[in-house]
């Protein structure tokens, strides 16, 4: 079993192979490259209209993660957007 894949009107050639109890496909280095996508990039596959689509997987991030990255360095002061004007006032005071 043989599918063209197509970027920037390039027509590439590969073959599906055996790995383990699944198939998978071998990309060339160009395509990888022009689709940005390196050794354990995240990647959905769908078949749509036809065809196997392959694209980038959104970024999972989680809370914890991105808390962590936040340093003395590159936190935001306090903003002071004075009293409040309207419903945006959540609580009330003690």
Same mark, same amino acid.
């Given at each position: 079993?043989?599918? &063209? @894949?197509?970027? /920037? @009107?390039?027509? +590439? +050639? +590969? &073959? $599906?192979?055996?790995?383990? *109890?699944?198939?998978? $496909?071998?990309?060339?280095?160009?395509?990888?490259?022009? &689709?940005?996508?390196? =050794?354990?990039?995240? %990647?959905?596959?769908?078949? =749509? *209209? !036809? &065809? $196997? %689509? @392959?694209?980038?997987?959104?970024?999972?991030?989680?809370? !914890?993660? #991105?808390?962590?990255?936040? +340093?003395? =360095? *590159?936190? /935001?002061? #306090?903003? !002071?957007?004075?009293?409040? %004007?309207?419903?945006?006032?959540?609580?009330e005071d003690e």
């Amino acid at each position: 079993m043989v599918y &063209a @894949m197509y970027i /920037h @009107m390039q027509k +590439t +050639t +590969t &073959a $599906v192979t055996r790995w383990g *109890n699944s198939l998978g $496909v071998r990309l060339p280095q160009g395509v990888a490259k022009s &689709a940005g996508l390196r =050794e354990g990039s995240r %990647v959905d596959v769908s078949f =749509e *209209n !036809d &065809a $196997v %689509v @392959m694209r980038r997987a959104k970024p999972r991030y989680k809370l !914890d993660e #991105l808390l962590d990255q936040i +340093t003395p =360095e *590159n936190i /935001h002061p #306090l903003i !002071d957007s004075g009293e409040p %004007v309207g419903r945006e006032r959540f609580w009330e005071d003690e």
